[in-house]
Nanobody
Framework: QVQLVESGGGLVQVGESLRLSCVTS???????????MGWYRQAPGAQRDLVAT???????NYADSVKGRFTISRDNAKNTVFLQMNSLKPEDTATYYC???????????????WGQGTQVTVSS
C-alpha cells in the first residue's frame, strides 16, 4: 500500500517561511514507481488547487500565485517531495496536500495517491 505523509505545516506570520515535506512509503520492493509529485491546497469552502508539481527529471510547474515565492524539490531516491514557502501571505492559508502519480512496475497501470494534508495558517 503506497502512502504519502505530509509534515511541516503550522501557524506563521505574514512574510515568514515554512518548508513542507511529503514522504512516500510502501513502494520499496513492491514494484511501484513514483512519477510526478505535486502539492495542492484547499482553503475552507474552496476547491483544491494546484500549487506546484515536479517530474522525476526535475521539471517544475507553479501556480501563478506562488511563482517566485515557493520552490518545489524532490529526492527521487527517497520518493520525497518538498515545498519551500517564503514570503507567506494570508491567502496562502489552506490545507496542503501532496499527490503522487504511481505506476505499477511492469505495466501501464497508474493511479494517483493523496496524502492526508497538513494545515498552513498565515496570520496577519
Amino acid at each position: 500500500q503506497v502512502q504519502l505523509v505530509e509534515s511541516g505545516g503550522g501557524l506563521v506570520q505574514v512574510g515568514e517561511s515554512l518548508r513542507l515535506s511529503c514522504v512516500t512509503s510502501g513502494t520499496s520492493g513492491r514494484g511501484f514507481r513514483i512519477h510526478t509529485m505535486g502539492w495542492y491546497r484547499q482553503a475552507p469552502g474552496a476547491q483544491r488547487d494546484l500549487v506546484a508539481t515536479i517530474t522525476t527529471a526535475g521539471i517544475t510547474n507553479y501556480a501563478d500565485s506562488v511563482k517566485g515565492r515557493f520552490t518545489i524539490s524532490r529526492d527521487n531516491a527517497k520518493n520525497t517531495v518538498f515545498l519551500q514557502m517564503n514570503s507567506l501571505k494570508p491567502e496562502d492559508t489552506a490545507t496542503y496536500y501532496c499527490r503522487a502519480r504511481v505506476q505499477i512496475s511492469g505495466s501501464y497501470d497508474e493511479f494517483f495517491r493523496w496524502g492526508q494534508g497538513t494545515q498552513v495558517t498565515v496570520s496577519s
